[in-house]
């Protein structure tokens, strides 16, 4: 009976972190959701909104690099948790 229950925590603890771990769609996120992505905080969700509202939705992830004070090197550390669906 331990052993059932111990692998049910697991699963669930698994399942859970998958829930949390979805990705955030840039196209219509608030700077407030942007900056629950590992790595984005308060001036690049504020920037990634901002090139948004003036440049229209972002076509894929790698279109971010068109906002300022994200280049190549931020785009790999964030790029896991975003998403334009």
Do not use: C, P
């Amino acid at each position: 009976m331990k052993k059932i229950i111990l692998a049910m925590g697991v699963v669930f603890g698994l399942w859970s972190g998958a829930a949390l771990a979805a990705a955030v769609n840039i196209n219509t996120a608030t700077a407030i959701e942007l900056e629950q992505v590992h790595g984005i905080g308060a001036a690049t969700a504020a920037a990634i909104v901002a090139y948004r509202t003036e440049h229209g939705d972002f076509k894929s992830v790698d279109d971010l690099t068109g906002v300022k004070g994200i280049g190549e090197k931020k785009l790999e550390t964030i790029k896991e948790g975003l998403s334009v669906e």
